[in-house]
C-alpha cells in the first residue's frame, strides 16, 4: 500500500502566502519520508480550494523544492483546457522534476466554474474522456491536426518534450459507477473516495475486469483512495480536535453544492444534519482519523478489496504547525503497511457497480464526493 497527501482545503484564517508555505513544508517533510506523491487540485471561483487555480504553476514550485515524490494534479478539469496547453504546461513540470508527473482527468460539475469554454458543460465527459488519448499522443511526441482559423487544420507538435514519455493517467471518481468502466477501457488509474464499502469493492472489481477486456492488465490499474487523515496517540483528544474542523469542512462542501445551479435547495436544518450524519460517519468508517491502531484497521480493510494507494487528506482545517507536526506519526502508519503488503485480490464477477450498499453495511452511510456533491444513504437509499 502506498500512501500520498493530498492538499484540497477551504480558506481559513491563514493567508494565501501562509498556505503556500505550508505546502512547501509538507512536501519537503514527506519527501524526506517514504511517501509516494503529493495532489493539489484546481479549483476555480470558490472558497472552498480556491487557494488551487492551477496545479501546474504549484507542481512547478513543488518540483524545485522535491527530490522523490510525484507530483500530481488532483484533479485537472480537462474541459476547461485545450489538451495542447496542458501537455505544455505538464511537460515543462516533467523536465523540472525529472519524470516526476501524473495527471487526474476530473470533468468538472460546477456550472459557475465553466466560464472557460462554456460549450463543454453539456458535454463535459465526452470532451474530458475524448481528449485522454490526445494526451498521450501529443506526450508521446506525435503531431496531432487541430482546428485552425478559418477553417485550417494545424499540426502541432508540443515543446518542450517531456523527461518521460509515458503519462500517468487517473480519473476522477466522484459518483457515477461508468467512470469506473470508463477508466478501464482506457487503460488508467482511478482515484476515488469511499461512500460504501460494499460499493467501493463492487467498482474495484468491475474496473479490473473492464481493463482486462479491453486487453489491459488488470493487474496494473492503480486504485487511490482519498481519505480524511490525522493519527494521533489518544482516541479521545483526537477527536475532539478534528471535529470542529471536520464540521465546518463538510458546511463548505454544502454550501458550494447549493450554490450550483444545477442543485436542489437545501435549508439550513437539512444543512446542519447532513453535515452531522457526514461527519460521523467520517470519523467512524471512512477516515484516517484517530489513533494508529483505529487508523490500521481502516488501511488492512481498504487493501482487502483492492486498494493500492491511501491519498491522506491532511489539510480539511487543522492549524498548520498541528498538520506539520503529526506527519512522522502518519508516516509510521504508512511504513507498518509498505513492509507489510497483501496480495489484490483477483477480479470476480462483480455486483452491479451501481447498487445500494448491502443491508450488511451501516443502515446510514455518508459523504461528500472529491467534486463538491454532498450526499447521503439510509435504509438502501440515496438521497443528495
Known amino acids: 500500500m502506498d500512501f500520498s497527501i493530498y492538499f484540497f482545503a477551504a480558506n481559513d484564517e491563514n493567508t494565501f502566502g501562509e498556505r503556500y508555505r505550508f505546502i512547501l513544508d509538507v512536501a519537503r517533510t514527506i519527501d524526506s519520508l517514504g511517501f509516494k506523491a503529493i495532489w493539489t487540485p484546481e479549483r476555480h471561483f470558490q472558497e472552498f480550494g480556491g487557494s488551487f487555480p492551477n496545479p501546474s504553476v504549484l507542481s512547478a514550485a513543488l518540483a524545485v523544492t522535491t527530490e522523490r515524490l510525484e507530483l500530481r494534479a488532483g484533479s485537472i478539469v480537462l474541459p476547461h483546457h485545450h489538451p495542447v496547453r496542458v501537455v505544455e504546461e505538464w511537460a515543462l513540470v516533467d523536465q523540472l522534476s525529472q519524470g516526476r508527473t501524473g495527471l487526474c482527468v476530473a470533468t468538472g460539475w460546477h456550472s459557475g466554474d465553466f466560464v472557460f469554454y462554456p460549450e463543454n458543460f453539456d458535454a463535459r465527459r465526452e470532451v474530458a474522456f475524448g ?140 444543512k446542519a444534519e447532513m453535515a452531522k450524519l457526514v461527519a460521523e460517519d467520517f470519523y467512524q468508517r471512512r477516515s484516517l482519523l484517530g489513533t494508529r491502531e483505529k487508523c490500521a484497521s481502516v488501511v488492512r480493510r481498504a487493501q482487502s478489496i483492492g486498494v493500492d494507494e491511501i491519498a491522506c487528506m491532511v489539510d480539511f482545517g487543522l492549524p498548520f504547525d498541528t498538520v506539520l507536526d503529526a506527519l512522522p506519526a502518519l508516516d509510521r502508519l504508512r511504513a507498518e503497511f509498505a513492509a507489510t503488503s497483501a496480495p489484490r485480490p483477483r477480479p470476480r464477477t462483480a455486483p452491479s457497480a451501481g447498487r445500494a450498499p448491502s443491508a450488511a453495511g451501516a443502515a446510514v452511510a455518508a459523504g461528500a464526493t472529491s467534486n463538491g456533491m454532498a450526499w447521503y444513504y439510509e435504509d438502501g437509499a440515496r438521497h443528495t
Open 131 to 270: 481528449n485522454i488519448p490526445v494526451l498521450r499522443r501529443l506526450w508521446a511526441g506525435e503531431t496531432v491536426d487541430f482546428p485552425g482559423p478559418g477553417g485550417q487544420t494545424l499540426p502541432v507538435r508540443t515543446y518542450p518534450r517531456p523527461y518521460r514519455s509515458e503519462l500517468p493517467l487517473w480519473i476522477v471518481h466522484s459518483s457515477n459507477p461508468q467512470t469506473w468502466l470508463t477508466a478501464g477501457e482506457l487503460g488508467t488509474n482511478v482515484l476515488t473516495l469511499v461512500d460504501s464499502w460494499e460499493r467501493l469493492e463492487a467498482n474495484i472489481a468491475a474496473y479490473r475486469k473492464a481493463r482486462a477486456e479491453a486487453g489491459h492488465d488488470p493487474e496494473t490499474g492503480v486504485v487511490t483512495l482519498g481519505m480524511h487523515t490525522y493519527v494521533g496517540g489518544d482516541e479521545a483528544a483526537t477527536r475532539s480536535l478534528v471535529a470542529e474542523p471536520v464540521r465546518r469542512y463538510i458546511d463548505t462542501f454544502l454550501a458550494q453544492k447549493s450554490n450550483d445551479a444545477g442543485s436542489a435547495t437545501m435549508t439550513a436544518a437539512e
